[in-house]
Nanobody, 123 residues
Framework: QVQLVETGGGLVQAGGSLRVSCVASARTLGWYGMGWFRQAPGKEREFVAAISWPGAGVYYGDSVKGRFTISGDSAKNTVYLQMNSLKPEDTAVYYC????????????????WGQGTQVTVSS
C-alpha cells in the first residue's frame, strides 16, 4: 500500500509564504496525478490544487489561484505546494492525495490520502 507523508506545515503570519511537501513511499512516475486538499474546522474538505503526472496539467481552486503553485518531482516521488500571500482563511489541515483518474478537482477520484499537515496563518 502506497503511503503519502506531508511535511512543512507550521505557523506563518499573513502575507507570508510556506511550502508543504508530500513524499510518496513508491515511485510516482506513471501515476495519473496528485492533488492537495484542505479542511478547516467545521468546514468541508476543499480542493486546493492538482497536477497531472508528470506535469501535463495543473489545476487550482478559485480561492488560491495566483497565490499557490503546485509542482512535482517524479525523481524524488514528491509533490510540493508553494503558498504565497497567505491569508488567515488559508488556515487548515492540508492533505495530499493520489488521483486514480477522472477530474482531479474532485475528492472522489483520489484513492490514497496522507495524514495531513497543519497550516496556521495568523493575522
Amino acid at each position: 500500500q502506497v503511503q503519502l507523508v506531508e511535511t512543512g506545515g507550521g505557523l506563518v503570519q499573513a502575507g507570508g509564504s510556506l511550502r508543504v511537501s508530500c513524499v510518496a513511499s513508491a515511485r510516482t512516475l506513471g501515476w495519473y496525478g496528485m492533488g492537495w486538499f484542505r479542511q478547516a474546522p467545521g468546514k468541508e474538505r476543499e480542493f486546493v490544487a492538482a497536477i497531472s503526472w508528470p506535469g501535463a496539467g495543473v489545476y487550482y481552486g478559485d480561492s488560491v489561484k495566483g497565490r499557490f503553485t503546485i509542482s512535482g518531482d517524479s525523481a524524488k516521488n514528491t509533490v510540493y505546494l508553494q503558498m504565497n500571500s497567505l491569508k488567515p482563511e488559508d488556515t487548515a489541515v492540508y492533505y495530499c492525495a493520489r488521483g486514480s483518474g477522472g477530474d482531479l478537482r474532485r475528492a472522489t477520484v483520489y484513492s490514497v490520502w496522507g495524514q495531513g499537515t497543519q497550516v496556521t496563518v495568523s493575522s
